[in-house]
Structures are given as C-alpha cells and as structure tokens.
C-alpha cells in the first residue's frame, strides 16, 4: 500500500534556486522520513521529522511537517548539480519500523 | 564502517531456477526488510524481521520467502522465480522507528 504521495513528480532547475518537494500521507504517523537516491543506488537517509515537530532544518536541508494536512515538504536551498536525484518521503505509523514510501519526485538540478 | 552488504549486485536468472540474495548488517539492529522498486511503483515491502526468528509478511510476499537465523543476515529466496520478479532489489536494516540504512541493490532480472 502507498502512504505517501510526492508531488511533483519531476522537477527541474538551475543551479542556485530553491527546490521544494511535497509528499501527502494517508493515516497517522510516528515520524516522516526524507530519503535520496542517486540512479540505481541506495537511499541514503537525509532527514526525520516526528509527528510532534513542525520544522528541522539540517544544512540546506528544510522540513516542515503539518499533521492537520498530513503533508510534508522537502526545501533544499542552493541547490547544485550533485542534487539530482530522486528523493522519497516515508512514513513509520506505529513504532514498529515499517516504512511507506511514497513514488518519489526525481529533481534535475542544470549547470 | 556501518553498512548493509547485499549480493549479488546483478544476476540474471532463468524462470524456475531457485535463488538467494544474501543481506548482512554490521550495526546491531533488529529490524530488518526487503523491498523492491519498480517504475512508476516506488519501494514497496516484500518481507521484514523484527528480530532473530521473527519474519513478517511485507506488502508483496507473494513468490519470496526469508529467514533471519542471525541477527546480521536476512536472506532474500525465491524459490521458483517468474519473470515478473523482475526488479531491483533492496535490504534495509535499522532500529525502531529511526533513520534506515539501505543496502546497494540488487539489480535482478529473471527471463
């Protein structure tokens, strides 16, 4: 079953601009998590937020959760070439570690 | 270095010929998954372990099984591939409801 929603899809821009991504979730959860793949390879964990937390922040990284919409959104700021990527949001509902991912929105960052 | 080894990388297998994609974590954790991606799909669930001989069916067990006899290893089996097993691959391990630390993949094609 899918949780999260991303939108876009597909993203692209320069490098320098902002990059926002939104991911829409179902039922409540534990936490939120933000995940980057670079083509092929692994997901590499970038950032959690819990259900309590409203922002994180973690470099040029930039969450915010909102529970009452169940949406989340994912700013990397100044962002570079070695941003593109796929990146996927997931949701852990009962303490228990499963995750559900969402389909992710692939980000094209131009030179 | 904390990492979860996977292998094979790639194989390439024919229908009904049974195999394993070995998976080993070096972190201590206890709960560990199995996931596949496919296009246009995202990850989805296909068997997890809470612990040493504690498996649970994920969202897509059908045609895989796993065993957990250790607390690094979570063994992948399909007995009796189909091509519509086709997909990549991923072991994950991680600690409750936190970050996952993914493996690299295992890109498998069965004709």
């Known amino acids: 079953s899918q949780q999260g929603e991303e939108d876009p899809q597909a993203l692209s821009i320069q490098e320098g601009e902002n990059a926002t991504m939104n991911c829409s979730y179902k039922?409540?959860?534990?936490?939120l998590q933000w995940y980057r793949q670079n083509s092929g390879r692994g997901l590499v964990h970038l950032i959690l937020?819990?259900?309590?937390?409203r922002e994180k922040h973690s470099g040029r990284l930039r969450v915010t959760l909102d529970t009452s919409k169940k949406s989340s959104s994912l700013l990397i700021t100044a962002s570079r070439a070695a941003d593109t990527a796929s990146y996927f949001c997931?949701?852990?509902?009962?303490?228990?570690?499963?995750?559900?991912f969402g389909q992710g929105t692939t980000l094209q960052v131009k030179p | 270095e904390a990492q979860v080894t996977q292998n094979p990388r790639y194989l390439i297998t024919v229908t009904g010929k049974k195999l394993t994609v070995t998976c080993s974590q070096n972190?201590?954790?206890?709960?560990m998954s199995w996931y596949r991606q496919d296009p246009g799909l995202g990850l989805r669930q296909i068997y997890y372990?809470?612990?040493?001989?504690?498996?649970d069916k994920g969202d897509v067990p059908e045609g895989y099984k796993v065993s957990r006899k250790e607390k690094r290893n979570f063994p992948l089996i399909l007995e009796s591939p189909s091509p519509n097993q086709t997909s990549l691959y991923f072991c994950?391990?991680?600690?409750?409801?936190?970050?996952?630390?993914f493996g690299q993949g295992t890109r498998l094609t069965v004709v």
């Open positions: 994950a391990s991680q600690i409750g409801s936190s970050e996952a630390f």
């Open positions: 937020i819990r259900s309590n937390e």
């Open positions: 372990s809470m612990n040493v001989e504690v498996t």
């Open positions: 997931a949701t852990d509902s009962g303490n228990t570690g499963k995750l559900i």
């Open positions: 972190m201590n954790h206890e709960y």
């Open positions: 039922t409540s959860i534990n936490n």
